[in-house]
């Protein structure tokens, strides 16, 4: 490629990162919402004065962060505006480096347990009899799983989903599920598999529960801490080299 088709590319990126910054203009003046409608592709071209090709790459950009989500045969809608760009980032530093992952999940369980320890207080106080009996439930169905040999991630997740629910702080929620994502993705590619905690994490899950129950925010904390205490010792002892592949 020669320096002027260099030239001619490095000045589509721009117009298509252009384009992109000006679609999100338009949500934020026309304060649209998720799931409202964009104009159309001709539309966007008139009323930007872009070409069909940039208008297209920027919307493909967009769509990949779900700022915009298009629906092939319908349109292009405002998206969801999760956190799927994030968590595809942090999956692919962790994955990228040969020890990276392991910093990573162990950062990873860092963040979720400081969530859940900074907000003790708030959790006690915003969770109601409704949402301990759900959290029981599925603490008896991780008990359970784990007596038939089944997989208790799932339940795990919703607990901790449903644990965070009553603060109405989005964001925390958000990031808490993006981590959870990231170690899904990433602990299989380490043969990190907990399976073996299965019985400490049911023991800290009701004693997470019970710690709510008699708004014992200290109690509570040291719940969280046995917790995720057996898979910080199994990164540290995988990334100690420690750890024999399954």
Not at 28 to 38: I, K, S, T
Not at 44 to 61: D, I, N, P, Q, Y
Not at 187 to 200: C, E, F, K, M, S
Request: glycine share 6%; proline share 4%.
């Amino acid at each position: 490629m020669t320096s002027r088709d260099n030239s001619r590319f490095g000045n589509g990126r721009t117009r298509q990162r252009e384009v992109a910054e000006e679609i999100k203009d338009h949500i934020l003046a026309n304060r649209l919402r998720p799931g409202d409608p964009l104009p159309t592709e001709s539309e966007l071209c008139a009323a930007l004065g872009a070409s069909r090709s940039s208008v297209r790459e920027a919307v493909k950009t967009l769509d990949a962060l779900d700022i915009v989500e298009v629906r092939h045969g319908h349109g292009t809608y405002v998206g969801r505006l999760s956190l799927s760009a994030l968590v595809e980032g942090l999956t692919f530093r962790g994955l990228l480096s040969p020890d990276g992952d392991f910093r990573l999940l162990a950062e990873l369980v860092e963040v979720r347990e400081l969530f859940e320890q900074g907000t003790a207080d708030r959790i006690i106080a915003a969770l109601d009899a409704a949402h301990l009996d759900a959290l029981d439930t599925l603490v008896d169905q991780m008990a359970d799983h784990l007596r038939r040999g089944r997989d208790i991630v799932t339940a795990d997740r919703s607990f901790h989903a449903l644990l965070l629910e009553p603060l109405a702080n989005e964001l925390v929620g958000q990031l808490s599920a993006a981590c959870w994502d990231v170690h899904a993705i990433v602990a299989p590619h380490l043969n990190l598999v907990t399976g073996q905690d299965g019985a400490d994490t049911v023991a800290a899950h009701r004693a997470m529960v019970a710690a709510v129950r008699r708004a014992d925010p200290e109690g509570f904390a040291d719940a969280v801490r046995a917790h995720y205490a057996p898979v910080r010792r199994r990164i540290a002892a995988a990334r100690a080299g420690r750890l024999s592949p399954l």
